[in-house]
């Protein structure tokens, strides 16, 4: 969906829905638009939001958010992308706080998929935690495979487009080239664990992901247009 996030739900674009969601979240300055487009910083600047005009070249969304980093004086670096249209404010709010534990470097958020989601969708990324809530993987295939069929074994999770990053964590290691792995299911955060870091993955009781294809378009208009009628 080539310019998603300019797409109009209820008179405000894609975008100025999950600004104004990450500002209502209250973790701190305002939240930053970080983009190459000249055309999503004029839309940005249409409501007020600051905007931080980035290279083309990254090959990610967490290269893009690092090369913004570099001239901020904080700790936590929270990244959220622009299409999580139906992200909760509390669950932005939410995510720093897993940094309490000093060994944490890097977080992300995960949900229960329902009965109704498509699992074999390769927009809907599964994630697979370890006893510790570490992230073991990410694919765009359905994980972990039963071999027992049906439903049984460990609960499948959906990744959600945050993540949150202690600062030199964030400006290390994506300086680095991509990994085989990220390259492969083009997912930015397997460079994390392909070189042997971690991942801390908050569970969020929520099933709302992405805006990923046209029929994600229909679901979030119905969803948005029900809390606004």
Known sequence: MPNKVLIEIGGKTVLQHVWETSRAAGLGPEPIIATDSERVAEAAAGFGAPVAMTSGQHTCGSERVAEVARSLDCELIVNLQADEVLIEPQLIASLPGVFEEKEVQMATAVAPF????????????????????????????????????????????????????????????????????????????LRVLQAGYRIRALIWHARHFGLNTPADLERVRGVLESENP
Do not use: C, W
């Open 114 to 189: 329902a009965e109704d989601d498509d699992i074999h969708d390769p927009s809907l990324v599964k994630a697979v935690l370890d006893a510790n809530g570490d992230a073991m993987y990410f694919s765009r295939l359905p994980i972990p495979f039963s071999a027992a069929g049906g439903n049984s074994g460990p609960p499948l999770y959906g990744h959600l487009g945050i993540y949150a990053f202690r600062r030199d964590f964030l400006l290390d290691v994506y300086s680095r080239p991509q990994a085989d792995l990220e390259k492969t299911e083009r997912l930015e955060q």
